[in-house]
């Protein structure tokens, strides 16, 4: 199936329905129709793609084979994902859930048993593992280029998210917090290049929500990893992340944008000959949408090749929830 062939009904248009969007735009996948409880993104949205609208996502999924949708992207807010992808599964071979994947340890189960009971393929939008510049740090960890790693630190430092409707993420019973919606980004991509690890230790502050500033300490055989996260500094702090991992042979950091191998001989700018994409985005916390294309060129690929789902996978996705949410549960209460 060539990938303007490919029909997609699109959940939730807020602020990642419109990357996703744009994405889709940009790989030249018809979005089929798209649902969303304000008239005024719906509007936004079918004007663009010429998509069926739809006030209520349940009835989207129920029209999917009248739609002849070939997958649904689910982008709604996380205390609606679970609902929507089980009833997705239903409908459609391919589901896409934004991340986190779920809210609770319960939906991730109740996903995974659907799955097994639906056959469906999912993935789930753990980003990271598609942004380029982590990629190639998961290349130069598995090749062993470097050498071992010795330590590794990763940061995902946001101004507090005050895009969400209704201010749904800064409600630690809708989001999770910021450790169930940020830090979950490292933490997975961490599990992704090095395994589970053998300890977890967790500290946060007392002063706000829940779970707002967290750091923790991953525990591997030989080498520690550490994760910081925060949303809740003020709104003139420009988002930052990056990471850097000591390997016996160099030191390779990502910072202010640029990715930096680091030797006694000499320091090394990697150029990432990213894509070019013409539809850019703002707001938020995002700045292009390389990983955000790059997750769904993969989607859409397997969609139009019949081939499984591989990558950002709901074993992979529910596992680093899990580790997270009981790690949570154990230091906090």
Known sequence: ????????????????????????????????????????????????????????????????????LDAIDVCLPTYLHADAALAAMERTRYVFIEKPVALTLDECDRLTAKKEKTGAEVQVGQVIRFWDEYVKLAEYISSGCFGKVVHASF???????????????????????????????????????FGMPESAHSVRNRFSEKNSFTSMQLEYKDFPVILESTWDLPSSYHFT???????????????????????????????????????????????????????LEYFTE?????????????????????FLIKDIKKTFG
């Open 1 to 68: 199936m060539k990938k303007e062939e490919i029909r997609v009904g699109l959940v939730g248009c807020g602020f990642m329905g419109n990357m996703h969007a744009k994405c889709y735009a940009a790989l030249g996948v018809k979005i089929a129709a798209v649902a969303d409880v304000r008239p005024e993104k719906t509007a936004e949205m079918a004007e663009s793609t010429g998509a069926a609208v739809y006030g209520d996502w349940s009835e989207l999924v129920k029209d999917a084979q009248k739609l002849s």
């Open 155 to 193: 940061r995902r430092i946001s101004p507090r998210p005050l895009w969400g409707y209704e201010n749904w993420l800064l409600d630690f019973d809708r989001s999770g917090g910021a450790g169930q919606d940020l830090h979950i980004h490292d933490l997975d991509f961490a599990i992704s290049v």
């Open 241 to 295: 992340s990056g990471f850097r991992v000591e390997f016996e042979k160099a030191t390779v950091e990502l910072a202010a944008g640029k990715l930096t191998v680091y030797t006694n001989e000499k320091a090394e700018v990697v150029d990432m000959a990213k894509k070019k994409l013409s539809s850019g985005s703002s707001g938020g916390n995002i700045s292009d949408l390389g990983g955000y294309y790059n997750e």
């Open 302 to 322: 397997r969609i139009g090749s019949s081939l499984p789902i591989e990558r950002a996978t709901l074993a992979d996705a529910a596992a680093s929830l899990k």
